[in-house]
Every structure is written in C-alpha cells, then in structure tokens.
Nanobody, 119 residues
Framework: QVQLVESGGGLVQPGGSLRLSCAAS????????MGWYRRAPGRQRELVAD???????TVADSVKGRFTISRDNAKNMVYLQMSRLKPEDTAVYYC?????????????WGQGTQVTVSS
C-alpha cells in the first residue's frame, strides 16, 4: 500500500507564500513523475506542476513564475513553493505520484490540503 500525505496548506494573505510538502511511504520500488494538482470550488481539477524523475518540470501558465516544484528522491518527497499568491489560487491541492511497486505502475493521490488566499 502506498500513502501520500500533504502538509503545509493554510490561510495566507494575497502576495504571501506557502510551501506544500508531500511525503510518500509504503511499498515503493521506483518513483516516476510526481506532481501537484488543485481543485477550486466549482471547477475541475487541474495540473499545477509536475516533475519527472530526471528533474524536468511542467508548470501551468497560471502559476508560472510564482510557483516552483521540486523533489527529493532520497526522502520520497515532493514540494511546491508558492509565492505571490492570489485569491484565485484558493483550492484544495493534491499530491500525485506515478509509482512502481509489486502491483505494477500506477498513479497515487494524497488526501489534499486546503490553500486559502484571502485578506
């Protein structure tokens, strides 16, 4: 069984910063792409950013230049540094990881962490 646990969400004022962390544990042979998605009220889940095992990143245009994704393969962690936050960044943020284990290769999801940007 694989578990992804996010932390670091909360309430922040516009222009502020937050750092989200995601810790993976369980039966893991290898990590492939890891990423962050978000779902705002009334909207579909969307990709925020992802990062391959080699370190290549994809970042949504809406957060480019403000958010940075990184990973620590030794610690099975992925991070999302969010700066210059805007009210429209308010959403539940989900960690995603493509992982290989004895069951094969599959996508796993965290439970989500709420980010609220408001004055």
């Amino acid at each position: 069984q694989v578990q992804l646990v996010e932390s670091g969400g909360g309430l922040v004022q516009p222009g502020g910063s937050l750092r989200l962390s995601c810790a993976a544990s369980g039966s893991i042979f290898r990590f492939f792409t890891m990423g962050w998605y978000r779902r705002a009220p009334g909207r579909q889940r969307e990709l925020v950013a992802d990062i391959t095992s080699g370190g290549s990143t994809t970042v949504a245009d809406s957060v480019k230049g403000r958010f940075t994704i990184s990973r620590d393969n030794a610690k099975n962690m992925v991070y999302l540094q969010m700066s210059r936050l805007k009210p429209e960044d308010t959403a539940v943020y989900y960690c995603n990881a493509n992982i290989a284990n004895e069951l094969g290769k599959a996508d796993y999801w965290g439970q989500g962490t709420q980010v609220t940007v408001s004055s």
